[in-house]
């Protein structure tokens, strides 16, 4: 079969190339893959002179089940089906354990469901850690990529007030066309109070988002996408009011290999499908062009998601 494989003398460190096909075990099906969706983190990762040549990376892929699992899990020849793993999904086969698959509409386009697996649970998981949104102000960073996006969307409809944060004024209007109430250009600009932050960013945004956090809330670190360091005084930890009970949490999708994300890939791919979600796709290319829309992830020029179609 082809796969997009760690090349490093190839544009954006990837090639088409032939590789074996995966060999699924007793619990995996065997998924035909139709399209796939970047993350910066694994198109960084290929950069890395430490990730050998011939690695098959990739995180999300949808195609349609051509073998189901010898031990009966998971769903049936023919299936469309949204996959997460923690690589191999650039490939034109992918086997994948029942936990990790959701099925979706057969007439699902599978650019749109390639982009659910990390950044849809991502913002799904972190916006259910912080409970109840009705009437809550949750601010979003970040809020133009592809956590973001479905992050304002997921706390818009369960009745947060979404405060966004985008250094481009041209997101604005498409944030707030999202669910977003406030969209602002940084956290500092940010006066009244928010219950949670969902923070993509890091370094000063993490400084400035924790700063507005009310008694008892808490700030979700989720990425780093300025790659910059945040050190908080004193002051800023602490704070110089009577704000307290206040907490920054770490956050990792893949952190505990037992989870079943099965049910909530199932659910996103449906509202996706019914046209409650958007899956906010900037480029989409054919794979064998993929060195593009892989330089545009890396120089952060992307707002949204990147798709490849499986050709
Ligand atoms: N912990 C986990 O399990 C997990 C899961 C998924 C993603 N992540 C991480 O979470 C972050 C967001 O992921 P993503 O897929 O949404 O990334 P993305 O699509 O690249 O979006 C990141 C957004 O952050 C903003 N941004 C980028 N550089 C910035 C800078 N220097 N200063 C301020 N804002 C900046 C940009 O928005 P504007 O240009 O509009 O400001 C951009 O749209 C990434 O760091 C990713 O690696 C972690």
Known sequence: MRA??????????????????????THEALVQIEAVSLNFGEVHGATHPETPNGTVLGWDAAGVVVQAAADGSGPAVGDKVVTLGA??????????????????????????LSTLPVAGLSALHVLRRMGSLLGRRVMITGASGGVGRFAVQLAARAGAEVVAISRNPAQAEGLRALGAHEVHPEPAAVTEPVA???????????????????AGGALFSVGRSSEADAVLTPDALIGTDSRHDRSIRTFFLLGDPATDFSADLTWLAGELAAGRLDP??????????HAEAVQALLDRRLHGKAVLDIQ
């Open 280 to 289: 906010g796709i900037s480029r989409r290319t054919p794979w064998a062009d």
């Open 87 to 112: 690589d191999a999904g650039w490939a034109e086969l992918r086997a994948v354990p029942a936990a990790l698959l959701g099925t979706a509409p057969k007439d699902a386009d599978a650019g749109a």
């Open 4 to 25: 997009l494989t760690v090349d490093h003398t190839a544009p954006g460190h990837l090639a088409l190339t032939e590789v074996p096909a995966p060999r699924p075990a």
């Open 196 to 214: 949670y932050v969902l923070d993509n960013v890091g370094g000063q945004h993490l400084i400035d988002a924790f700063a507005v956090v009310s």
